[in-house]
């Protein structure tokens, strides 16, 4: 069964920084490219950052370019956000997500989310 | 990296078919045939129903499916049921190792 478990969200300060983690299971994470999707409260999704299966295929939206850091370590199937500089607008239930093969953007596995709450 | 257009609403009768549509341009939608669709029902994670403009997943059943054309892509529901009432997202590769999602539609069955 694929799981994908996401954790390290929080309240955090303007300005500060925060990161995400994603453990996988039930596939075989180097073969992947993974992503991280967020949803406001009572918002749409909006894609943030996707990285293929060897690193070296990587995108970010505009809204976080120059802010967040993706990285994954396959040797433990695992999948990170490291989030500086934050703002409110970054608030948001953050998703991890696998692709089918490729990087394409079909996002097949959805893990449950971390909520990242950004206030003074 | 604007969001794709789609209706804000949709509703239907069950039995009956909807059409949802999602607009983007020449650098996205019209661009690629990586067009997939979510759905999502309150408080749960979205789910894959279409991938790759008109493929559908295993377990997806066939009374969903997509299709394309110039920068407007298409999630046609078919024989609508109860079950079928959440939101429902498309997204576009974007070039560049970029993806963009769709503003997304609430399907409510009357």
């Known amino acids: 069964e694929v799981q994908l478990v996401e954790s390290g969200g929080g309240l955090v300060q303007p300005g500060r920084s925060l990161r995400l983690s994603c453990v996988t299971s039930?596939?075989?994470?180097?073969?992947?490219?993974m992503h991280w999707v967020r949803q406001a409260p009572g918002k749409g999704l909006e894609w943030v950052s996707g990285i293929s299966w060897n690193s070296i295929s990587i995108g970010y939206s505009d809204s976080v370019k120059g802010r967040f850091s993706i990285s994954r370590d396959n040797a433990k199937n695992s999948l990170y956000l490291q989030m500086n500089s934050l703002r409110v607008e970054d608030t948001a239930l953050y998703y991890c997500?696998?692709?089918?093969?490729?990087?394409?953007?079909?996002?097949?596995?959805w893990g449950q989310g971390t909520l990242v709450t950004v206030s003074s | 990296q604007s969001a794709l257009t789609q209706p804000p609403s949709a509703s239907g009768s069950p039995g009956q078919s909807v059409t949802i549509s999602c607009t983007g341009t020449?650098?996205?939608?019209?661009?690629?045939?990586?067009v997939s669709w979510y759905q999502q029902h309150p408080g749960k994670a979205p789910k894959l129903l279409i991938y790759d403009v008109s493929r559908r997943p295993s377990g997806v059943p066939n009374r969903f499916s997509g299709s394309k054309s110039g920068n407007t892509a298409s999630l046609t529901v078919s024989g609508l049921q109860a079950e079928d009432e959440a939101d429902y997202y498309c997204?576009?590769?974007?070039?560049?190792?970029?993806?963009?999602f769709g503003t997304g539609t609430k399907l409510t069955v009357l």
């Open positions: 039930g596939f075989t994470f180097d073969d992947y490219a």
């Open positions: 997500t696998k692709d089918l093969p490729g990087m394409k953007g079909n996002f097949d596995y």
């Open positions: 020449s650098s996205d939608v019209g661009g690629y045939d990586y």
């Open positions: 997204n576009s590769h974007a070039g560049s190792n970029s993806f963009v």
